[in-house]
């Protein structure tokens, strides 16, 4: 369990790093292990043009490999992308909420420049950029349900959260079962918390009590659950004197 919601994001673009066109912005925000809110505009391309972002051609010539459904991203009537961001910065609830993107790099990374370019406030604070990506090549066994549409950008942000929700289930309910068996304490807190309590997961920001969505220390994590878990070394008898 979280304390307040987060956000999913996902962006439909022209190309591939920061400065490039976006023509979709789709983001869910999430809560307790449920979708409570959605957003989802398109943009017209020359609007971002005319703020100096640029369209990648191997990009448009992808989009044109894609399925009908998702080429719609790109050919559907849009709003100027001034217009779009003012609506998703009201659409995020506080400068630290959470913002997950698919990849350090990618979503967060290029509506930040977008924002820049348009020269309005970004919404949420660099401590509150979180990678989706990482978490989930962190946990491959659990699967990843793919969207009706892929590449629309609410369908994407939609099947992650609900994906980023079953990871944090199973590691919660690993937590349960360790509890149940004696080798978790009955502390109150989630697996999370607990796991940060000891280390095993490290906080992006000493002063931000989310922080430790940012990134799992995945070489440091079973050592550390091994410590949680081990009984407590008898002393050892001293041998009897050799009479």
Known sequence: MTASPEIMLDIETFG???GSIIV??????????KIIDEFYQRITPASCEGLGLKMDTSTVLWWLQQSEAARLEITQTGRHLCEVLVDFSKFIDHD??????????????LLTAAYQAA??????????NRCYRTLKNLFPSISYVPPTIA??????????ALHLIAIRQSLEDYAETLRQNA????????????????RIIQSDAVDDP??????????RCYNALAELIAPPESPQTPSPAAH
């Open 96 to 109: 630290r909420q959470p913002i997950w993107g698919k990849g350090s790099d990618f979503d967060n990374a």
């Open 16 to 18: 591939n790093r920061p």
């Open 151 to 160: 590449h629309h950008a609410l369908e994407d942000a939609r099947a992650q």
């Open 210 to 219: 989310e922080g430790y969505d940012g990134g799992v220390i995945l070489d």
């Open 24 to 33: 979709a912005i789709g983001a869910v925000k999430f809560h307790n292990g």
């Open 119 to 128: 020269e309005h406030l970004l919404p949420w604070k660099y401590s509150a």
């Open 183 to 198: 080798l978790l304490p009955r502390t109150g807190l989630g697996l999370a918390e607990l796991l940060a309590r000891h």
